[in-house]
């Protein structure tokens, strides 16, 4: 009689071990512009380390720290993991001076290092990768006054953004928000992803050294810019899933250039492991 209890304790274990493996692990990604290359030092608005300025994003991250997440990645590459470990160690140890670190102004630091330290995260994740390139590589071929009309529109709206920053009669904290609106980042994708596939017959413009031209085809040029982003997207997607499946995380932070948001939203959606937050929940105005 004994067998069949057993048997039955065995069934619900194997039972209870497949719901938890079948448990998905939520994700939020997060844009951020580069707080450093902001700075001018000859305009005192654009500068993190301000103490009002520092208010505003600490009211970023208030929001931010709703979620709660147990892992938070961010865009520095995997190489720089030691280097930023024992930053952090210094962080939580109170004996980090943010505004005497060369590069202190960073997100990573201001909003990353904030965060972790808050949720006792014991390590800030580098999950970026190499690659990418600049946009202005393709400046030719068939249908590219499309691709320029497009950028010029999206430039002179973040611009006006950026401008309103400078002039302090915008906070931070609404400047990320502005960044982190579907209507901002759907539009960056379709720059970045979409339209480039519309031109075709061109060539790169003085390519830098990551870009493989040996196989390039001239006739799918704007294809080919597209593969590029998308090659590197899908190594930051990769080292995020392999940080999560050492750690273990159910519920992951990842903070990027927002340029990246739409993109790795897209490949998040598509894995079946995965729940992929709305980031308006949390960032408000």
């Known amino acids: 009689m004994k067998f069949p209890s057993l048997f039955l304790g065995v069934l ?4 209870l071990a497949a719901t938890a493996s079948g448990q998905k692990t939520d994700i939020l990604i997060v844009g951020s512009d580069h707080f450093a290359q902001i700075y001018n030092k000859n305009n005192p608005n654009t500068d993190v380390l301000l103490p009002h300025r520092q208010a505003e994003i600490g009211a970023f991250t208030q929001c931010l720290l709703k979620y709660r997440p147990d892992m938070i990645g961010v865009e520095l590459l995997p ?3 030691a ?3 024992s930053l952090y160690a210094l962080f939580v140890d109170g004996k980090l001076k943010l505004e005497e670190l060369e590069d202190g102004r960073s997100e990573v630091f201001q909003i ?3 965060m972790a330290r808050q949720l006792r995260v014991p390590r800030v994740h580098c999950v970026n990768a190499p690659g990418g ?3 202005s590589i393709l400046d030719n071929g068939d249908n590219i006054s499309m691709y320029t009309q497009e950028g010029l529109a999206l430039r002179a709206l973040v611009v006006d953004r950026l401008k309103a920053l400078q002039e302090n009669r915008l906070s931070f904290k609404d400047y990320l928000y502005f960044l982190n609106q579907p209507d901002t980042y759907n539009r960056v994708y379709r720059l970045r992803y979409m339209t480039p596939a519309r031109v075709t017959n ?3 413009k003085n390519p830098d050294a ?3 031209t040996a196989f390039g085809n001239p006739k799918y040029i704007g294809a080919e810019l597209i593969s590029i982003y998308k090659n590197r997207d899908y190594k930051i997607y990769s080292n995020i899933v392999t940080a999560q499946m050492k750690t273990g995380s159910r519920r992951i932070l990842v903070i990027l ?3 990246h948001i739409g993109s790795l939203r897209s490949i998040f959606r598509d894995d079946a492991e995965y729940r992929l937050f709305d980031s308006r929940k949390y960032i408000r105005k």
């Not at 619900?12 to 039972?15: D, I, K, R």
């Open 257 to 259: 250039g927002a340029a």
């Open 12 to 15: 619900l274990n194997v039972c």
């Open 83 to 85: 280097w930023l470990d």
């Open 112 to 114: 990353a290092f904030r």
């Open 210 to 212: 990551q870009v493989d």
């Open 79 to 81: 190489e720089k993991q």
């Open 202 to 204: 061109g060539t790169f």
């Open 133 to 135: 390139t600049s946009q």
